[in-house]
């Protein structure tokens, strides 16, 4: 709820990276809509002001909006890396189109407004 606001806002629709196979899915689904793999550090507070601008920006519906929590999934961030050849940063937005990065920002640099004109 905002300071001077009587809305509650509404749950953003991650999808919660949890797995390598769901990796692999994902990157396969990539073919046909975006997927924007999102790394997250829940004990920094720049990451979660970059969270919180990117899900008020951001039209989930124009991509698979994909959350990867680092401190419990870290080695699903290395093979990110490993597979986009993208070297790892926190908080970090990556966008995959038909298995290409498109788009790759850390920190404060993250724009969803700079992803949606992308795609």
């Not at 008020?56 to 870290?74: F, G, I, Q, S």
């Not at 990556?94 to 788009?103: D, P, T």
């Amino acid at each position: 709820m905002g300071l001077f606001s009587s809305k509650q806002k509404a749950e953003f629709p991650w999808v919660k990276l949890t797995s390598s196979e769901q990796l692999q899915e994902l990157l396969k689904s990539s073919e046909t809509k975006p997927v924007l793999l999102f790394k997250h550090s829940t004990r920094c507070s720049i990451s979660a002001m970059a969270i919180n601008r990117f899900e008020n920006n951001m039209d989930p519906e124009k991509a698979t909006c994909v959350y990867l929590d680092l401190l419990a999934y870290r080695s699903l961030s290395n093979e990110i890396e490993e597979l986009t050849k993208v070297q790892h940063q926190s908080p970090q937005a990556i966008l995959i189109s038909n298995h290409e990065v498109i788009y790759t920002e850390t920190h404060n640099g993250i724009n969803a407004l700079d992803i949606l004109k992308l795609i």
